[in-house]
């Protein structure tokens, strides 16, 4: 993700002392934050998944492209050093390679995982309850697309228009 650091470089930069929150779950979309320096864990409802500490990396993307607030905490493991992108969504229209590295970094997580779904329900195949679910959330995965543009239009069922 040295395209990030690229094309970030001119961008301010915040250091965030370890174990203080650097994005918290919940909080309002709008910027992305590229790793310089240290390292961090993501958090979902308290549960840590990850830890990432290779510079480049982007955080703050999904709030950002789904327009819908942080699904995870990023919290600073030891000191932090990020840029910081306040309008995120301008940023990416205006520098296409920045939006094609943000694009790969969630394309890989999302890669991950299917593969792990995947080797989970080969693994439990006949299983029941949430196991036995597997199947339902790849079809998911797989078929989830953007919501369909509406077009406001009185004409439009699904619009949202005004009377």
Known sequence: MADLLGLTADLPSVTVPAGDVVIEEGAPAGRLLVLVSG???VEHDGVAFARIDHPGAVFGEMSVVLGKPATA??????????????DAEAFLTEHPGAALAVLRTTAGRLDGLT????DVKRQFADAGGHLG???QI????????APRPSTGSARDPEGD???
Do not use: K
Not at 73 to 86: I, K
């Open 39 to 41: 390292g961090v864990v």
């Open 73 to 86: 905490t990023v919290r600073a493991v030891d000191e932090v050093e990020v840029r910081v992108v306040e």
């Open 115 to 118: 593969q792990y779904l995947v």
């Open 133 to 135: 679910m597997v199947d």
């Open 138 to 145: 790849l079809d998911r995965l797989v078929h989830h697309q």
């Open 161 to 163: 228009h005004v009377h």
